[in-house]
């Protein structure tokens, strides 16, 4: 069993930052990918960002230049600083993760519990 959790989340007001933080804890071999996406009310949940355990990052078209995507792979640990916000960056923000149990297992996709950004014009 593997869980992802987020924190970090809060009000805030346009152009300000905002730094989520997710923790993936259980029977845990590897992470491949992690990332961020984030679900608006009334529309789909959309990719936001993902880093790869080497390092490689992947942005949407919406956030580059604004957020950054890093993690502490020895913590099994994502983070997302997000600057310059702006409302309609105002969502629900999941963790995602591509975990591996055991050396020998396929991978699986997790999922945390969302954690509320709401930006303020």
């Known amino acids: 069993q593997v869980q992802l959790v987020e924190s970090g989340g809060g009000l805030v007001q346009a152009g300000g930052s905002l730094r989520l933080s997710c923790a993936a804890s259980?029977?845990?071999?590897?992470?491949?990918?992690m990332g961020w996406y984030r679900q608006a009310p009334g529309k789909q949940r959309d990719l936001v960002a993902t880093?790869?355990?080497?390092?490689?990052?992947n942005y949407a078209d919406s956030v580059k230049g604004r957020f950054t995507i890093s993690r502490d792979n020895a913590k099994n640990m994502v983070y997302l600083q997000m600057n310059s916000l702006k409302p309609e960056d105002t969502a629900v923000y999941y963790c995602?993760?591509?975990?591996?149990?055991?050396?020998?297992?396929?991978?699986?996709?997790?999922w945390g519990q969302g954690t509320q950004v709401t930006v303020s014009s």
């Open positions: 259980g029977s845990i071999f590897s992470i491949n990918t």
């Open positions: 995602h993760g591509v975990v591996r149990t055991t050396d020998r297992s396929p991978t699986y996709s997790y």
């Open positions: 880093i790869i355990s080497g390092g490689i990052t």
